[in-house]
């Protein structure tokens, strides 16, 4: 006999509680089929093996029936553990024992007396919908593993895809939580079906009042989902979360000998505008962080499945992230671990895609503005930076887009070589990945990852002719004010030219005018002392 917890008691027999949950019933619901055996004995066709008491069972449903049986030599049962049931006796029915009408055919033992016990029958319906009679006796149900952390229980939002056929909807799954994820990946082997995405809080924040709530502040649940979604440890951390992009895989997590396991983390960093129609105001931005970690199993069978694990401000681009998926061919998901990064690099390349054409309207307002900056030039001695209008505030505005131009760029860049140093090594694995049916679908899925590569390769440039751009209007802004200034001072110099000549027309005039009677002076002078003998 079996007890709850799937041990077998020392004093039992191998008998399955399931086993004796449906003879139990069938014994419940028809009377007992007899034989005629040669010694004359009826004996019923099911009988009842030792069957598992469930307490909680017993006080709701108290059918209580008195039965006999007989003690064996070698064995005795206890009533509150197990007991051996004989099939029940239908109401009116005569009872009978195992040996039949006649007492005489019963097999004699020595100091044989009948024991009268009382027993409940189960309740065969509630014991099904309770799960008793689902799994074997030595198999213990798996119940979902008790957290202590709050974060076990933040909803997170969950879309299931059945990877039967391409161009299927997504499935939402409600009442998702970061528990039921960790419940699902925790078994072996995982209860995932099909492809499965998950959206889960953001890894860390820099706002202290937000940051309780990240995966970051959360050891116990950093720790489980590091295990069972084969994550780096690095990968959840407050340094991988300030980086600018990065892509670390792992292989061969086999949790059995059948299993192939293939897990993959990638970060991904993108800058947008947040004023299209920049004008006067100094341009304002924000970070879009996206981080991914993908876990691709593939068993024996064929049978493949993968969980896709979202954090930080993938959320925001949820809606795109589902639908990226729905018209992906979900062969080449089958054949290749590195399908999903293909599918969601393609998602990603279209919001760099969107961020950098952000630039496009204000670096050509600036460049379409130049009269407009240089009529601001001769107010320049009255104009403060403070006050957000004249030349000053242009050259900041100019820098500031400039400055976000040039971190589009980097996050270009780095995007650019991830996705490269990725199509260097899935190239390299391309004929040793497990269960390789078709090199065609995994010739596509290289392919995929090239056109990716080779439109990140051609943003990375417009991102740098946007810098370009913008350094040449900040050149040229300092030219036409160096230029303005320049006939400034010419101007001035013309000025004092002028009124230098008509300064020495004054003083020759009234040199004329005065010195000759300066001279009468002078001779006046000197006569008069010469005739008074001075």
């Known amino acids: 006999m079996s007890t709850a917890s799937g041990e077998q008691h020392p004093s039992d027999e191998p008998t399955s509680t399931s086993q004796a949950g449906r003879s139990a019933s069938l014994s419940q619901e028809n009377p007992p089929v007899q034989d005629e055996t040669p010694s004359g004995s009826t004996e019923s066709t099911h009988e009842a093996p030792p069957l598992h008491q469930n307490n909680s069972l017993q006080q709701e449903h108290a059918q209580v029936q008195h039965v006999s049986?007989?003690?064996?030599?070698?064995r005795s049962y206890e009533a509150e553990d197990a007991l051996p049931v004989a099939a029940p006796v239908p109401p009116g029915a005569p009872e009978t024992s195992e040996a039949g009408d006649d007492p005489t055919n019963a097999p004699a033992l020595p100091n044989e007396e009948p024991v009268e016990i009382e027993i409940t029958p189960p309740n065969v319906p509630a014991l099904l919908n309770a799960g008793v009679d689902q799994t074997p006796a030595t198999q213990t149900?798996?119940?979902?593993?008790?957290?202590?952390s709050p974060l076990a229980h933040h909803p997170v939002d969950h879309f299931r895809f059945s990877l039967a056929s391409r161009g299927q909807s997504a499935t939402p799954v409600v009442g998702s939580t970061i528990g039921s994820l960790l419940d699902q990946v925790s078994p072996d082997p995982p209860k995932i079906s099909g492809l499965e995405i998950f959206f889960l809080p953001p890894i860390y924040a820099e706002d202290e009042a937000t940051r309780t709530s990240t995966l970051s502040a959360d050891p116990e649940i950093r720790k489980e989902l590091t295990d069972h979604l084969r994550l780096d440890p690095l990968f959840l951390t407050e340094e991988a979360w300030n980086s600018n992009g990065?892509?670390?895989?792992?292989?061969?997590?086999?949790?059995?000998?059948?299993?192939?396991?293939?897990?993959?983390?990638?970060?991904f960093l993108i800058k947008f505008l947040q004023d299209p129609d920049y004008q006067?105001?100094?341009?304002?931005?924000?970070?879009?962080?996206?981080?991914?970690?993908?876990?691709w199993l593939k068993t024996s069978e064929n049978k493949v499945s993968c969980v896709l694990v979202c954090y930080d401000d993938s959320s925001k681009i949820k809606d795109c992230i589902v639908e990226g998926f729905k018209d992906y061919p979900t062969e080449n998901i089958k054949e290749s671990p590195f399908a999903i990064y293909d599918a969601l690099l393609r998602v990603i390349t279209m919001q760099y895609d969107t961020a950098l054409w952000l630039f496009r309207k204000p670096i050509r307002d600036i460049e379409k503005g130049r009269k407009g900056f240089a009529d601001k030039i001769p107010d320049l001695m009255n104009q403060k930076l403070e006050d957000g209008n004249g030349v000053m505030a242009t050259y900041i505005r100019m820098h500031e887009l400039s400055r976000h131009a040039i971190h589009m760029s980097e996050t270009l860049q780095v995007a650019t070589k991830t996705v490269n140093s990725t199509l260097r090594h899935v190239?390299?694995?391309?004929?040793?990945?497990?269960?390789?049916?078709?090199?065609?679908?995994?010739?596509n899925t290289i392919a995929g990852l090239q056109f990716s590569a080779g439109l990140l390769a051609?943003?990375?440039?417009?991102?740098?002719?946007?810098?370009?751009?913008?350094?040449?209007?900040?050149r040229l802004a300092y030219n036409i004010v160096?230029?303005?200034?320049?006939?400034?001072?010419q101007r001035l110099l013309q000025e004092f030219r002028e009124e230098e000549k008509d300064l020495i027309t004054v003083v020759g005039q009234l040199t004329l005018i005065f010195l000759p009677a300066t001279f009468v002076t002078v001779s006046l002078t000197k006569n008069a002392s010469h005739v008074t003998g001075v």
């Open 280 to 295: 006067e105001e100094t341009p304002d931005y924000s970070w879009l962080f996206l981080a991914f970690s993908i876990l």
């Open 246 to 267: 990065f892509l670390m895989s792992q292989q061969d997590w086999s949790l059995s000998p059948s299993k192939d396991a293939y897990s993959y983390m990638t970060r």
């Open 141 to 148: 149900p798996q119940t979902p593993q008790p957290r202590n």
């Open 69 to 74: 049986v007989q003690d064996d030599v070698n």
């Open 458 to 474: 051609n943003l990375k440039l417009r991102a740098d002719a946007f810098v370009d751009r913008l350094e040449n209007e900040i």
């Open 427 to 443: 190239d390299s694995h391309v004929n040793i990945l497990p269960h390789q049916s078709s090199e065609a679908r995994a010739m």
């Open 482 to 489: 160096s230029v303005y200034q320049l006939q400034d001072t």
